[in-house]
């Protein structure tokens, strides 16, 4: 770790100062008509080569349309202008890591003890604006699943995870009558920055255990859970109860557990299914992995497309040939006390030039810089076309 961490700052040295990702990344606009509409990315679509001095894009006529050096296939028939992105200021890495953070606990004040995974309210609120004029963007889950990262151009994605439930995340208290959020929760500092920040987008994942107590407060479990699907948070699944995995030692207490929780889930919120997966504790199971999965429990058919770990590192690109969504890493948010790899260490580590993902602003292409292409792996591309520079 600690090399690693000198092979970055040497590369910050190395790099140039990146600009942000503001409009004035853009070297020109395009319109559509001006580029090659015909060939649609297809799921093994040929890399484009954006390159000045060799253009060998997979559409000559792309070449032809612009006095723009860089020239991105349009997929998108309904878009009349197409911004056409400096790769030199910009410098997309979109086979670069990405930050899937891991909350715990919200708190007014640190009570004494152990509180490396809980995080103050002002804390949270400090945290948000930082993240911002350091371009992170949030993004759900699914969509860094699916390989549809949609951000601005030089920005940076950011994945929120939520474990356990707790109240201090979110809940729900009545006003007037209504029932409306607590302005003192995760979800609440989340909503006002939002407001104040539109394209910092309400983004997360909330990993519940509806066997035991779940967003205290007031409304019931319907109204809580509703509230945030409402708004747009992804609510995924972490057993029933919190059980440690590896001492579940049956078939059946497994799907008690992982099954259970969707059970109880679709009793809730009817049709709704968890799409991914959280370990409590990080603890996997040895031999009863399968049930984490999949399975069928009182008849209902689960199925999770991401088992998240409580892991120390950025995730791999979803188009990196590392990237294992049965084992997507996780970076913890900081506690009371800072740590080795938590998420106020790797704000400082990761910078620009070096591993980290950096969008190209268009969600229907992959860009990369020329000597990163070998570590994409072209059957993760989801149909988005690559573009290389
Ligand atoms: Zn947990």
């Not at 940076?156 to 439930?165: A, E, W």
């Not at 008690?256 to 603890?283: A, D, H, K, R, W």
Request: glycine content about 8%; overall charge neutral; some cysteine.
């Amino acid at each position: 770790m600690k090399k690693n961490y000198l092979i970055i700052l040497t590369l910050i040295l190395i790099i140039s100062v990146f600009t942000g990702c503001t409009n004035n990344l853009y070297s020109s606009k395009v319109t559509a008509d001006s580029v090659n509409t015909q060939s649609k990315p297809s799921e093994q679509t040929k890399p484009v080569d954006n390159s000045v001095s060799e253009n060998t894009a997979a559409d000559s006529t792309a070449s032809e349309s612009s006095a723009s050096q860089n020239t991105q296939d349009a997929q998108a028939s309904d878009t009349k202008e197409i911004d056409v992105i400096d790769y030199a200021k910009v410098k997309p890495n979109e086979s670069g890591q990405i930050m899937v953070v891991m909350f715990h606990n919200f708190v007014d004040t640190y009570p004494k003890g152990n509180n490396e995974y809980t995080t103050t309210f002002s804390e949270f609120e400090k945290l948000l604006p930082e993240l911002y004029e350091k371009n992170y963007r949030p993004v759900s889950l699914s969509d860094m699943l699916n390989n549809n990262i949609n951000v601005p151009a030089g920005c940076i994605p950011i994945v929120f995870t939520f474990d356990d439930g707790t109240s201090g995340q979110f809940n729900l208290i009545e006003q007037g009558g209504k029932l409306v959020v607590n302005p003192k929760s995760a979800v609440g500092i989340m909503e006002e920055f939002n407001k104040k920040h539109p394209d910092f987008g309400l983004e997360g994942t909330f990993y519940v255990n509806l066997g035991v107590k779940t967003f205290t407060g007031a409304g019931n479990m319907a109204d809580r859970l509703n509230y945030l699907i409402g708004k747009g948070f992804e609510i995924g699944n972490h057993t029933k109860t919190h059980v440690s995995l590896p001492q579940v030692k049956t078939s059946q207490k497994m799907l008690e557990e992982v099954g259970g929780n969707q059970v109880l889930m679709n009793e809730i919120v009817p049709g709704y299914s968890f799409n991914t997966f959280s370990l409590p504790f990080g603890n996997a199971s040895k031999n009863l992995k399968e049930y984490v999965i999949h399975g069928n429990y009182g008849g209902l058919e689960y199925k999770h497309s991401a088992i998240v770990l409580v892991g120390a590192n950025p995730a791999p690109s979803p188009v990196s040939s590392k990237f294992d969504p049965m084992a997507l890493p996780r970076v913890r948010s900081t506690g009371q006390k800072k740590v080795e790899c938590d998420l106020a260490w790797w704000l400082d580590a990761l910078k620009k030039g070096s591993s980290q993902y950096i969008s190209d602003g268009n969600p229907n292409t992959v860009t990369v810089p020329k000597d990163k292409q070998k570590n994409v792996d072209m059957s993760k591309m989801k149909g988005k076309q690559l573009v290389t520079y």
